[in-house]
């Protein structure tokens, strides 16, 4: 039964809710129809929350659920949300690497327990890490590019002690890079008695010798972690609820209740913000953000984030795969347009892979709309009458706008595009399948380390379609043995320095051939109700366990 109705902007303006909360049977919660107010205890938010597949941490990819689970999971060291460059303790107290820079020892500090009451322990976290690198799920490559394999991971990574946790890595990489690593979601450590009681039996293979499913069917849907907030209700395009883990080792959230209501349009959320129906709208586009934030009911909560917005052309097709139309379609975005109407606020154009504030970050945009070099790249290739093409756009703001935007200036060097709306899930599964022509998307960052973007967008081991390593250069089908063997070469060097030139090399070459062009870095913001306190917006994440409401 669907406990949540679909909220229509015809009536929004006379919806009032009160939100009843029955914990005593299922933890899902009811509306009912009164005044317009959220429980003083609960902090209620409206966002799109499409992109939500999993909630399983060895297989979450997604930047909302990598949001929830930050809040929900611990993992051995994390970054500091005032500035992601620098690591605090977490599940770990204390961590150092030996002398060959190669085998890391994590010391997991005492007395602390999961949601479920069970005791956190070192075995936990290398169940966890195991587990993720034996599930080989889409974020599997932040591990596995330290040499860990499904054969060798028991080997190398592994409890001394119930409080020691040893982490080898096959090369001697900067310490800081495998520490950043560690804080990204396939990190998190997850109850291991808990899970082992939902793992289900599966048939050995070639490919696997697991005698059982590590507990993943049982985890997309549900929770195992030590946060500061438990998940306890998921139900995909409705709501994400999380509640106060009682038996989280930190400082206490001050509130009880965290909900997600999936609301997509941005006029819909400024309305229920205005009604008092949701503290905090997420995804307001600048017409309703400047209009809202003149009301002194409400104030802005912002940072620029670690998430790029881009599309990029399928290599596997024959068109797309010509350098010049890779150049050409770079020339065929109204930039000064976008940034003046539909990202006004919140993004700044950037044209590189690294977000600004990163190592060997650079703010050089060398693209403008230019028609005449576009359909001389296209000649040049053959294409002088232009060519058709699709576009797989998730339906939601700003994307949608500045597809069609893209659509307008395709067409005036005879590209006719097609634009093909879908959810998040949709979208992004046809462009984990290699199925897509363009595919326009966001890319948000999994640790604050230059090798995150630089490792999905310019590095493809492997180009066939079973390959270990599923990069957003694989996804496009994009063949780069040279620039991967500098990618990962910059991620070896311990100077840094010449690592940031490193980086800046590479996205030169990265801007001059191709298949992606950059969009715009996001400046995210949030407009929250005054009677809020303390909602985080971070570079890396955003962080719930501090707010509070008057």
Sequence with gaps: MNLIPSIRQTNLAKLTLTLAFSTALTGSFLLSAAHAATPADTLVIAMATDDVISLDPAESF??????????????????????????????????????????????????????????????DAAYSLQR???????????????????????EKVFAKDDDTLIFTSEKAFAPSFVYNCLTATVGSVIDSKLLKEHAKAVTP???????????????????????????????????????????????????????????????????????????????????????????????????????????SLNQQHDTLSKPEVRQAVKYLVDYDAIQSTLIKGIGTIHQNLLPAGMLGSTDENPFSLNVEK?????????????????????????????AESIQQTFAKANIKLEIIPGDGKQTLTKYRARKHDIYIGQWGIDYWDPHTNADTFVTNLDNSDNAVSKTSAWRNSWEIPELTQKTLAAVMEKDADKRAQEYLDIQKEFRDTSPFTMLYQLNEVAVVSNKVKDFIISPDTNYVLKASKE
């Design 62 to 123: 997604e930047i909302t659920t990598s949001e929830m689970l930050a809040n929900s999971y611990g993992r051995l060291v994390r970054t500091d949300y005032k500035d992601p460059s620098k690591l605090v303790a977490d599940i770990a107290e204390s961590w150092d690497v030996s002398e060959d820079g190669k085998t890391f020892t994590f010391k997991i500090r005492k007395g602390q327990k999961f949601a479920s009451g069970n005791p956190i322990t070192a075995h």
């Design 374 to 402: 576009a359909k001389e790249l296209l000649e040049k290739a053959g294409l002088k009458d232009g060519f058709t093409i699709t576009m797989d756009v998730r339906n939601t703001q700003p994307v949608t706008g500045i």
């Design 205 to 311: 293979t070639a490919d696997s010798k697991a005698d059982n499913d590590f507990g993943h069917e049982w985890l997309k849907r549900n929770y195992a972690g030590s946060g500061a907030f438990a998940i306890k209700d998921w139900r995909p395009n409705e709501i994400i609820m999380m509640e106060r883990n009682e038996n989280y080792g930190g400082e206490k959230p001050p509130l009880k209740r965290i909900i997600y209501r999936y609301v997509k349009e941005s006029a819909s959320q400024r309305i229920m913000l205005d009604a008092g129906d949701i503290d905090v709208a997420r995804n307001l586009e600048p017409g309703d953000l400047e209009s809202i934030s003149k009301d002194d009911r409400f104030h802005t909560v912002s940072a620029p984030k670690g998430t790029i917005y881009y599309f």
């Design 132 to 154: 993720a690198v034996k599930l080989d799920q889409s974020p599997v490559f932040i591990l596995s590019q330290f040499g860990l394999t499904k054969d060798n991971v028991d």
